[in-house]
Structure formats: C-alpha cells, structure tokens
C-alpha cells in the first residue's frame, strides 16, 4: 500500500538532476558536485551553493576505462561515467574529500575531462582521524577551504553565516535521526526504501526544504499504519548504497530493512555537531567523530562496535554486507566486522555489487538465507 507518504522524496531522487538545474534558476546560486560524504557541506552552504553529491545511475557504460582501472570499485566508474556523460553538466565545481585512493582517481579525471567544471577542490583529510594530530590538521584544512571559496565568489563568509549553516545541516541530521529511530519498534510504519529516499535525498536537496519535507513526514507518521508483515527485521552494511530495485526485493520477500551503516544512510547524518564558538572547528571535529568509514577507522577498528551496537538497538535479526566489488577498505574490514556480528548471536550475508546487479540471482540468495534464519527460530 502506497500512500504518498515519502513520493516527494522519491521524486527528488528519480528528477534529481532536475531538481538542481530548477534550484539554480530559482537562486542564482552555483551548485558543486560532491565525491564522498566527508565534504564540509557547511562550508558550501554558507557561501550560497547547493551540494549535490555524486551517485551513480546504475547502467552499464564504456566511458570510464580510457581514465581509471575497470578494476576499481563500481561506485568510482559509475561516479565518473556520471561526469563525463554530462549529468553534472549543471555543476561549476566539483569537489572530494580524502577518502579512499580509487575515489580520489574519479575526481581526479573528473576534473581534468568533464568540460563544464569551472573550479575543483581536494580536501585532504587525514585518514587517521584517531591521532592526537588529526583535529589540528583537518581544521587548517577546513579553513584553507573556506578562504578557497571566499576567494573564488569574492565574498566572505562570516563565522555568523557558518554558524547559521551548521545549524541548518544539524537540524537536518536531528530529523533523520528522529525519523530513523522510528525503525526499532516493532512493525515499523517506515520501510527501508523509505528510508533510504529520506537519507539520499538530503544529500543532494536545499537542505531547508529538505527539513521542511521530513518535519511534514514525521507530523503524518504516528497515524499511519502500513499494514505490511515485518517479516525478517535486517541490517545493511557497506559503503555506498542507493541500489532502490535490490532494497524493494528484499521488502518483498519476507524482511524489513530496519536500520544501515553505510554512508548514504546513517553514517552520513548520525551525529550532530558540538556547539563551538569557533564554527571551523565545530566542523572538523563533527567530521572527525562521525561513525568512520574503514579508510578512516584505524588503528582502532572503532566500527565494529558500533556496527553490533546499532544492530542490538534496532533489534535486527541478521544482516546482509552489501559490498561494493574492488572495494579495498570494506573488504579489510568484512572478515572480522562479520566474526564480530556472529559471535554476538547476528548471522550475516554477504553479497557482491556492481554497477548493475542480478536481481534474480540475490533474490535466491536472500531467500536461501531467510528460510535458515525462520529455520533457526524453530529449532
Ligand atoms: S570506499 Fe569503497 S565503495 Fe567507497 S569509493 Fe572507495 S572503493 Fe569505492
């Protein structure tokens, strides 16, 4: 049963290119493509720009192997297929924040060969947000971008503007944290496609509309009443995921998609900022303590826990790795983050991704999995 409830999210992220060229004919204002989800996208905002993040289409394409390794992750190609296709061709800038190296060589051709950038910015944060050093880099060089795009627009952009956009971004992560926290109950009235338009979605939309969308969703919910079986309550883990047709398969065949830690779901909103007179710092540090993505979890893999923690508190039954193929730093991670589930009574599955995945094919996968975990409930 569909009632409407989350369709502008859907239509946001189905006319999502749309979306942005209407945004800078309504304001004047320029929008920047983003690689990755460490982006200071306070930064951005308080100098009047609209960050779009970069994310796939999910067609096969041949545009990508004259720039970067057909075997680096799925993610990287279908990004820069994205650019060089023109997709973004509504994008002045483009920017990445250190991540992962294959990402970094996507950007890196994306600047050199997508014809309509007009500026690019690499923000090398330190991998190692553990050290006693790292706060101290990464706010020289959330600074170094600020006076980069003072520079660039000729304008400044006052401690009181930054402010007035770290409060917006927040109240933005406040509101999908309400929304996601909906999910531990019991026969959830928000689905796990639901709630991936929601995360999605404020990654590429004016985030004040955004509020305004998510503070109507959360005002209509405690009325609703789905009416679907929650069947098998699961955990999805992995990088970037906005893979629609797979998350609605498995809705489909007895589960419920109940909480995530991938960086287009909780890792991108889940912690806010701490109030600081010093807005840079307020920003780099939230960078620093937000749930790490492995390229930034060392040496203490600090992840696991928190993984485990988010599936004992959304009550999920199992989870299901959903790993980007090439992908280095999941794969490190996925033979003791899954012993670490398992050995705390969570089964898993793992399943690899590409730019476009079997849906038939993973369909049996999940279902051969479900029937072992209804299985082990009878016994
Ligand atoms: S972290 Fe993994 S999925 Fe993300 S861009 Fe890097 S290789 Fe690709």
């Avoid at 994310?55 to 041949?62: I, M, R, S, V």
């Avoid at 979605?201 to 969703?217: P, S, Y």
């Avoid at 405690?222 to 079986?229: M, S, T």
């Avoid at 060392?298 to 090439?326: E, M, S």
Wanted: glycine share 6%; charged share 25%.
């Amino acid at each position: 049963m569909n009632d409407g409830l989350f369709d502008q999210f859907k239509t946001w992220y189905e006319k999502r290119h749309d979306y942005a060229r209407d945004w800078k004919a309504r304001t004047g204002g320029q929008v920047v493509a983003t690689m990755c989800t460490y982006t200071p996208e306070e930064l951005l905002i308080a100098a009047g720009m609209l960050p779009v993040r970069v994310l796939g289409a999910h067609e096969p394409q041949n545009v990508t192997e004259p720039h970067i390794f057909g075997m680096f992750c799925p993610f990287c190609r279908d990004s820069l297929a994205q650019g060089l296709l023109g997709r973004f061709d509504y994008a002045e800038g483009v920017t990445l924040t250190q991540s992962c190296i294959q990402y970094r060589q996507a950007f890196n051709s994306w600047r050199m060969h997508v014809p309509t950038v007009t500026w690019d910015y690499y923000l090398p944060m330190p991998n190692d947000v553990q050290s006693p050093h790292a706060r101290k880099a990464h706010h020289a060089e959330v600074q170094a971008f600020r006076e980069f795009l003072e520079a660039l627009t000729g304008k400044k952009i006052t401690d009181e503007m930054l402010q007035e956009s770290i409060a917006v971004v927040d109240e933005n992560r406040r509101l999908l944290r309400e929304l996601f926290d909906l999910r531990k109950v019991a026969d959830p009235q928000v689905t796990g496609v639901e709630a991936l338009y929601a995360s999605l979605t404020a990654q590429f939309i004016d985030k004040r509309e955004h509020n305004e969308q998510l503070k109507k969703v959360l005002a209509a919910l405690p009325n609703r009443n789905l009416n679907r079986p929650e069947g098998v309550r699961f955990m999805t883990i992995g990088s970037e995921n906005d893979d629609i047709a797979f998350m609605a398969m498995i809705e489909s065949v007895g589960g419920t998609i109940v909480i995530d830690d991938q960086c287009s779901g909780t890792r991108y909103f889940w912690n806010e900022s701490l109030p600081e007179a010093d807005p840079i710092k307020a920003i780099a540090d939230r960078y620093c303590d937000r749930p790490a993505c492995p390229t930034k979890d060392y040496p203490n893999h600090t992840r696991f826990d928190h993984v485990l923690g988010l599936a004992k508190d959304y009550n999920a039954r199992a989870a299901i790795f959903l790993q980007q193929k090439f992908c280095d730093p999941h794969e490190g991670d996925y033979p003791d983050l899954k012993r670490h589930l398992e050995d705390n009574g969570i089964p898993t599955l793992f399943l690899e991704f590409d730019i476009t995945n079997p849906i038939g094919p993973f369909r049996i996968r999940v279902e051969a999995f479900l029937e072992t975990l209804t299985e082990d409930e009878l016994f």
